[in-house]
């Protein structure tokens, strides 16, 4: 992967990435030690059925830091955030679903704890730079398409509501005390590394399990739902740009993809590409119904206008690397326990 010009600007710096053993936070640390002279630090609580995974990193552990630790525990927050750079706020529970049964939980982790980390800068780093991903979710059903970020905002989930409030303790930080935060609306991220143990997160990544396992897709309702993918290296690239750039400081920023897709037909994709698996409509179980947004798909024009961020990477190309990733590593992610601490302990845990 060629690396921008413009990331030189990391190197000699120190980076902190909370969530950085999942899906997105292990693919930027993998980044950043491709761009090199770059001191990487993990932090991930590697809680069950969150994403994290060891194998995410397992031949670049000898080139950054990690401590496997909840960003909520101020005695070990606090130290981490001091005389770090730039930090990139991965850490949340990611799953619409599993809010709505644990919403006290969800508060934990995607509220608490992000004022614990907050207060942590400015505590000890106050001018530190941060960038912390959200999602569209915080849209809800769209009035309009595509969505941008001038759309009212309607979580329809408690995962959206703590999200969003998430959202505006970075930005009351940035603009009360200095500390220098930019807040990512994400949308439908796919590619290598992401959770497939179970179907509670990405619908896309449920769909590749399926697909590669010569499995039924199964499609809620007419499966005419369409949304907007971007896959893992385009979303870093956004991140990066984000976190280098002084005129993304206090913004908020949708990411977004090339064109949408239903998501029947990126089942009959999958399909295609795998060779094998089928699919079936079936009714919407309730719990899902009741927080199911429809056709979204984002507009990403400010971030386009203020970073010269795009996706880049087709979806054919994306979703061909991401079946082959799954299928030369299977072992270390269909199960939900494949890759655990006491597996990997103190080998890849090093500063």
């Known amino acids: 992967m060629a690396v921008s010009k413009s990331f030189n600007e990391y190197n000699g710096r120190s980076v902190l990435i909370t969530g950085g053993l999942g899906f997105i936070g292990s693919n930027l640390a993998r980044r950043l030690v491709e761009i090199g002279g770059v001191r990487v630090t993990i932090v991930d609580a590697l809680l069950p059925d969150q994403g994290g995974n060891l194998f995410n990193i397992h031949d670049i552990k000898d080139r950054v830091a990690v401590h496997v630790a909840d960003i909520g525990d101020d005695s070990i927050i606090n130290h981490l955030v001091g005389g770090v750079d730039y930090i990139f706020n991965l850490a949340g529970n990611h799953s619409h679903l599993e ?38 979710q915080v849209y809800g059903k769209p009035v309009y398409l595509p969505v941008d970020e001038q759309h009212r905002i309607a979580p329809p989930d408690i ?51 399926q697909a590669i396992d010569g499995g039924v897709i199964e499609l809620f309702g007419d499966g005419k739902q369409r949304r907007d993918l971007v896959y893992i290296d385009d979303a870093v690239e956004a991140l990066l740009l984000a976190g280098a750039s002084e005129a993304a400081e206090g913004e908020i920023f949708n990411l977004g993809g090339a064109e949408p897709i239903s998501l029947s037909e990126l089942a009959y994709e999958l399909i ?13 179980p309730p719990e899902r119904q009741l927080i199911d947004i429809g056709n979204c798909y ?37 199960s939900s326990n494949a890759d655990t601490l006491s597996r990997f302990n103190t080998a890849t845990q090093r500063g």
Request: charged share 20%; net charge positive.
């Open 298 to 334: 984002s507009s990403y024009r400010k971030i386009e206008t203020v970073l010269g961020w795009r996706p880049t990477t087709p979806r054919r190309t994306g979703l061909r690397r991401t079946i082959e990733f799954y299928q030369r590593n299977r072992a270390h992610y269909w």
């Open 159 to 209: 995962n959206g509501i703590h999200k969003l409030a998430a959202e505006n303790y970075h930005l009351l930080y940035n603009h009360v005390y200095g500390t220098r935060a930019v807040c990512l609306r994400l949308t439908n991220t796919y590619g290598p590394r992401q959770l497939l143990s179970h179907n509670r997160q990405s619908f896309i990544a449920w769909f590749v399990r």
């Open 99 to 136: 809010s709505m049964v644990y919403p006290q939980r969800d508060l934990e982790l995607n509220c608490t704890a992000q004022l614990t980390l907050l207060e942590a800068c400015r505590n000890f780093n106050p001018h530190v730079k941060i960038v912390f991903t959200s999602t569209r």
């Open 272 to 284: 295609l590409l795998t060779g094998c698996g089928s699919v079936r409509s079936v009714p919407f």
